[in-house]
């Protein structure tokens, strides 16, 4: 296994469901991925490298404060992301 930041994972799983219950935002890939590169900077990374850090940062996954932290994130990130798209507005994919 190599060294992966973990919180990468987790950002694009709750990115996801997250995205599912927002409606009329963009949802482009160019967008997708802006969003996520916001919500990781606005995280501590959390790098593991083998199978065993990785149970354990799933642990860490399940507490509340940790769920809360990332979806505040990910919803910050979606308001600036929506107010200042990288791709022009012709492209903008909206998914009611």
Request: hydrophobic share 35%.
């Given at each position: 296994m190599r060294i992966?930041?973990?919180?990468?994972i987790v950002v694009y799983?709750?990115?996801?469901?997250?995205?599912?219950?927002?409606?009329?935002?963009?949802?482009c890939e160019d967008c997708i991925d802006d969003?996520?590169?916001l919500t990781l900077n606005?995280?501590?990374?959390?790098?593991?490298?083998?199978?065993k850090g990785e149970i354990y940062s799933k642990l860490d996954e399940m507490q509340t404060?940790?769920?809360v932290d990332v979806i505040a994130a990910i919803m910050e990130s979606i308001r600036i992301?929506?107010?200042n798209p990288s791709h022009k507005t012709a492209n903008k994919v909206l998914i009611n």
């Open positions: 992966r930041n973990y919180m990468e799983n709750y990115l996801t469901m997250v995205l599912n219950d927002i409606e009329g935002i963009c949802k969003i996520a590169a606005r995280l501590t990374p959390h790098y593991i490298k083998t199978d404060q940790f769920k992301v929506s107010d």
